[in-house]
Structures are given as C-alpha cells and as structure tokens.
C-alpha cells in the first residue's frame, strides 16, 4: 500500500481524539505534522513520535511532502484554511460542517476541481453502527417503502461549558455541531428534502446559543424529524423508522467516540460492537417482532476511502457536494427559526 503524509490541523477533541488515532490506523497514511500552539508536545510525541509539532499551519503547507491535509479547527475556521490548503496544491479533508455558508462552500468545490484536487468532509456518523444497521434494513425492502424518519442525538449536559462550541459566535450552537450528523444522515437516506421547517431553543440556564433544535424535513409523502437537546437524562429511541411493511426501532448511540476517548483504536478486540441490549427491533405486518444484531461500527472506512481516493482515483467516501446540502439545510434551519415560517429547499 502506497503512503502518504498528512497534515492535521487542530489537535483539540477532534483532532487528537478522532482524526490523529483514524489517520494513523490506516497503514497507507503517515500523520507527519500536527499544526496546534496548544497541543502538548510532550504527549504528541509519545503517542506520534514521527510527527512534527508546529505552531502555525504554514509549515505543512510548505512541506511538499504532506499530500493531504486535515482541517479540524472551530467552525468559523475552516474555509480559509481549506483554501489555504487547497491553494498550496494539498488534497483536503475538512471536519464537520464543511464550512459555515453554502457560498463558501460551493467556492472551495470550484477551486479543488480547477486544481484537481480531492477535497472531502468528515461526516463520519455515516459510519455509525446502528446508522449502518439502518442503511441494511431500508435497502432490503423489509420495511417497504419509509414514509417516516425520526432521529434523535439527545445528551445530558445541563451545565453550560467554557468552549468555543458554547459561546455566540459564527459556528457554533447545536445546530452546526448534534445538527450537522443528523441532517448528513438524514440526506444519505432520504435524499435532499423540499421544505425545511425549524424550532431552535436555548434551555439552559445561562446559555447563550441554541442548545436544543428540532427540525422537520418534508418530502412529500416522507418526512424526517431531527432532534437534538442537552438535558434529557432518559433518551428515547436513537432512531424510529416507519415503512409501508414494517418499523425500525434502535435505542443507544454508537460505542466508537467513547472507545476512542478511552484509548481503544479500530483493530482492539471489540472495536465497533453495540451492546446487546442495544440491538435493534424490527417489527412488520408479516413477521411481528425480532432482535437484529448490530453491524459493528468502523470509522476508519472514511479514512481507508480518502487513501484508496489519493492512490486510485476512486470517489471520496464523503463528497464535498454533498457535505454542501447539509449546510444548506442549516441555513434554511436558521431562516425558518428566524422567519417563523417553513423554508423551501432550493
């Protein structure tokens, strides 16, 4: 397998806890620089030896030896080093959301393809366990035709942290952070919606962004309902799925995030696996009732599919175009809270 280097920019929780172990997982990537003034250099070099810390991301962008580059950065950040990536003739992969307006957006698609250059973002809840249980069911046929979609990302945090995530400014909010996974999902499923109707709430004492938002997806016959909150000590179903011939109904989240914050990598014994009481419950007219084992989860396929598209020009395991229309989902979230009406998808 041919390698590659690759440069991380930000190595905050999702550098250092998704993108630096998944990066390194795959034997046809070399994490080679890491651009962070926080990081601490102690750690990174215990845990990556071979790579350089720097403090800016200029170095990486210099260094022609780094092919592909990640931006894993606040929000408000990621256009302009994307662009800065992409003009300085690197492949790209950017760390949900994409980018913070669908002009911007589209402007970073016209540039990689001028420069013929990958570009991709990490939506990598596409590689949920259960989202993949899911995905099998729906294409089977054995819930027939699916009229209605609901999913939820509920947490209980019901104290506002110190973060950037938190506080009111570009990008941040549920919405662009819970959102940008539900509505990726959402869309792998069902498609791009006509209409997009919005309720975005701040619940928590002392918050000063949106902390809870549902959203509801119209495809004429079908509808998706998206619902993310940060005080619900009980959740309820992960994901409730209605067809013509039968229903889907999946409790819990994927196991891989709290892996990974506990030092587990893809490969360790267990990798992926939900728990049994987890498992999904798929009921039709024909059958009734059954457990259906869920398929493990593998976060390390996006990183594999980014390689095998360097190496041999196979597509993007996700598309910038596609990252595009979540984005634009958002923004018609955000017109249809503000305009208290339903926004049309255009």
């Known amino acids: ?65 780094i092919r592909l580059v990640v931006v894993c950065t606040p929000n408000a950040s990621h256009y302009a080093l994307a662009r800065d990536a992409l003009l300085a003739g690197k492949h790209v992969v950017v760390d949900k959301p994409f980018v913070l307006s669908s002009a911007e957006g589209a402007e970073l698609i016209q540039l990689a393809r001028e420069r013929n250059l990958l570009l991709s973002v990490f939506q990598n809840r596409r590689w949920d366990g259960d989202f993949l249980t899911l995905r099998r069911s729906v294409a089977s046929g054995e819930l027939g035709a699916v009229h209605t979609y609901r999913a939820h990302f509920d947490r209980y945090s019901p104290q506002v ?58 495809y004429g016959t079908r509808k998706a309902v998206l619902h993310a909150g940060t005080q619900v000590c009980a959740p309820g179903p992960r994901y409730e799925v209605h067809g013509t011939l039968g229903s889907f109904v999946k409790y819990g989240v994927d196991t891989q995030e709290d892996a990974l914050k506990q030092g587990a990598r893809p490969g360790d014994g267990g990798w992926g696996h939900d728990i049994p009481a987890n498992h999904a419950t798929i009921t039709t007219a024909a059958e009734g009732s059954r457990t259906v084992q869920t398929i493990p989860g593998c976060y390390e396929a996006y990183y594999l599919g980014v390689h095998a598209a360097i190496a041999s020009g196979q597509p993007v395991p996700v598309s910038a175009e596609g990252a595009l229309n979540v984005v634009r989902v958002v923004e018609c979230a955000q017109r249809s809270h503000r305009e208290r009406r339903t926004v049309d998808f255009v």
Do not use: C
Not at 17 to 27: E, N, T
Not at 191 to 213: C, H, Y
């Open 1 to 65: 397998m041919q390698q590659y280097s690759v440069g991380l920019v930000g190595y905050g929780l999702g550098g250092s806890v998704f993108h630096a172990p998944l990066i390194a997982s795959v034997p046809g990537l070399r994490l080679a620089r890491i651009s962070s003034r926080s990081a601490n250099r102690d750690e990174v070099r215990r845990v990556y030896p071979g790579a350089v810390l720097d403090d800016a991301p200029q170095a990486m962008l210099d260094d022609p030896s």
């Open 161 to 218: 942290k110190a973060r950037w995530k938190e506080e009111p400014q570009a990008g941040s909010g549920v919405l662009w952070d819970l959102g940008s996974h539900l509505i990726d999902q959402a869309l792998v499923l069902l498609g791009t919606p006509r209409s997009v109707t919005a309720q975005l709430s701040v619940q928590r004492a002392g918050a000063q962004v949106e902390d809870s938002f549902e959203l509801l997806l119209d």
